[in-house]
């Protein structure tokens, strides 16, 4: 399996900014692809972001236009770049990477304050 680390959660406010990063134990070029789901309280997992291994972006309706993914291939690290953050945002991001199997890190908490 492969071992992500997280880090650049925290808390903001309203329209700020904060940027993920998420770190794989693996060259990303032996994964299908790699991104970011969040989980609110009593919700279930939903998918933010994902890079695939041929360098494809796609998001979430709802953080289109203010969510930018990025990757590093020789640190096998994606970012997540987060801009005018909502309080609907506030969640925990949990990193993923998709194929052969699915992976996950230990999840970052993201705090948005109104």
């Known amino acids: 399996q492969v071992q992500l680390v997280e880090s650049g959660g925290g808390l903001v406010q309203a329209g700020g900014s904060l940027r993920l990063s998420c770190a794989a134990s693996?060259?990303?070029?032996?994964?299908?692809?790699m991104g970011w789901y969040r989980q609110a309280p009593g919700k279930q997992r939903d998918l933010v972001a994902q890079i695939t291994r041929a360098g494809s972006t796609n998001y979430a309706d709802s953080v289109k236009g203010r969510f930018t993914m990025s990757r590093d291939n020789a640190r096998n690290t994606v970012y997540l770049q987060m801009n005018s953050l909502k309080p609907e945002d506030t969640a925990v991001y949990y990193c993923f990477t998709r194929g052969p199997e699915l992976s996950w890190g230990q999840g970052t908490q993201v705090t948005v304050s109104p």
């Open positions: 693996v060259s990303f070029f032996s994964i299908d692809a």
